[in-house]
């Protein structure tokens, strides 16, 4: 399990059946943006579509801690604050015991029951996974932030969920035009060319 995010769905108040977290898996790292804004796309996907998206789900968070030690949860629906899970996007579809939530963000459901696709042909080897999504937060430039991606089973180790990850935008340096021959500016024996990334 993992206590930072046991304790941030407790402190939320959204799930009064969970008990534990289990099989965690955290990837966590420092990193230093070079812009104002930063950003990575991501694509939730779950074994809980379907049969338990009523009530049932797997939780995640990408936990950024700032230079002043705030965190925030970066893993939630566009526009607020709630964190995305199966009971958070879903599609009443493919369970009609519960209506629909936040269905614009839920992207396909693979499965032998309720219409779903052929699970023979899902991307990855889960359920239904929501559209690609972003977590984003504006950040200040050359200041060292922390970031914590985290996963974990919902009180059993079964109905495994995952999070796929795109590229990861901080910035980029401008080192300015390439110095090449086939441009015509491309630097001679002894000369000098200052490189100014502007940072």
């Known amino acids: 399990g993992d206590d930072q995010l ?4 407790q402190d939320l108040g959204i799930d009064d059946m969970l008990e534990s977290y289990n099989d965690a898996t955290v990837l966590e790292f420092d990193f230093v943006p070079l812009t104002g804004h930063m950003k990575f796309p991501f ?44 009971i958070t996007i879903r599609d009443g579809a493919y369970n009609s015991d519960c209506d629909s939530v936040n269905p614009q ?4 459901y693979y499965g032998d029951d309720m219409a779903g696709l052929d699970p023979n042909i899902a991307p990855a080897n889960y359920q239904g996974n929501t559209v690609q999504l972003m977590a984003e937060a504006d950040v200040l430039i050359n200041e060292t932030y922390h970031i914590k991606l ?31 021959m086939a441009d015509g500016n491309a630097i001679c ?9 502007h940072l």
Request: aromatic letters at 16%; a negative charge; proline letters at 4%.
């Open 105 to 108: 963000y839920f992207d396909e």
């Open 43 to 86: 694509v939730f996907a779950s074994e809980e579509y379907g049969s338990f998206q009523c009530d049932y789900s797997d939780a995640f968070a990408f936990f950024l801690t700032a230079p002043d030690g705030t965190v925030t949860n970066l893993a939630v629906l566009p526009n607020s604050a709630t964190p995305v899970s199966v």
């Open 189 to 197: 024996a002894n000369e000098t060319y200052t490189i100014d990334s």
């Open 6 to 9: 046991f304790n941030y769905i």
């Open 150 to 180: 985290v996963i974990a089973d919902r009180n059993d180790h079964a109905y495994n969920s995952a999070v796929f990850i795109g590229p990861f935008d901080i910035g980029n340096i401008d080192l300015g035009i390439d110095l090449t």
